[in-house]
């Protein structure tokens, strides 16, 4: 059973995007449901986690830390478990080994960093507004405070929803093109003159690069069309009532 990608470029840090697959939730939440925003059963969202730190560490009761995500430009800093005391915010990075570092998505990019050589990770929750309003930026420049370079930073993005499954209208584009016209350069021709498609990954990418760091790897799987991952647009699209949120997880071991 196939239940997490891993970056080749991230090799000797352990870390996971994870798919739904091999957990214990039921239902719409089948299967491998991490996320505690969810309506999912606690008990079973809690099994959930030990069995992906378990993934990540070799070991069931690894702290596996998450955020109280915002769709914002935040970033903190995480020396020690905060438990189910999450901060607002969507991005994190470490220099301590042990703490499992958790994005939680459902279309929206999650993106890994390390830089072995300084021993600092990261991880960013990327949805439009946190990658337009500078959250990757924000990560980047967070870890170098702990003793990064951005030459040696190895970025991964995990799966997400791709351009041709995000149809959005043009008063979204304005929000893009207002920041930088060149932003226009991610959108394609939509259903109508009144639509667009939107390239969440490729805009991600652009940011990257524009932070200094080298070529991100990508692991280029859509959300919306993989039955693998949780997507919110599908769940949208299927008039369900809530959905299940995947993990992506990175943790430094010395």
Known sequence: MNTHTVCPTLSTIPHGFFTRRGGVSRGIYRSLNCGPGSSDDPENVAENRRIAATAISACRDTPLLSLYQIHSDKAVIASSNWGDDRPKADAMVTNR??????????????VLFADEKAGVIGAAHAGWKG???????????????????????????????????????????DRFTATDPTYSQFFASGADENHLQFGLPEFVMHQLS?????????????????????????????????????????????
């Open 97 to 110: 080994p042990g703490l499992i570092l958790g994005i939680l998505t459902a279309d929206c990019t999650p």
């Open 131 to 173: 990658a337009l309003s500078g959250v990757l930026e924000n990560t980047v420049t967070l870890m170098e405070t702990l003793g990064a370079k951005r030459a040696n930073i190895t970025a991964a993005i995990g799966p997400t929803i791709h351009q041709k499954s995000y149809e959005v209208d043009t008063e979204f584009q």
């Open 210 to 254: 524009k932070a200094g760091l080298p070529a991100p790897w990508h692991a280029n799987i859509d959300t919306y069309t993989s039955q693998d991952h949780f997507s919110y647009r599908r769940t949208t699209h299927a008039q369900e009532p809530d959905y299940g949120r995947q993990l992506s997880a990175i943790m430094l071991t010395r």
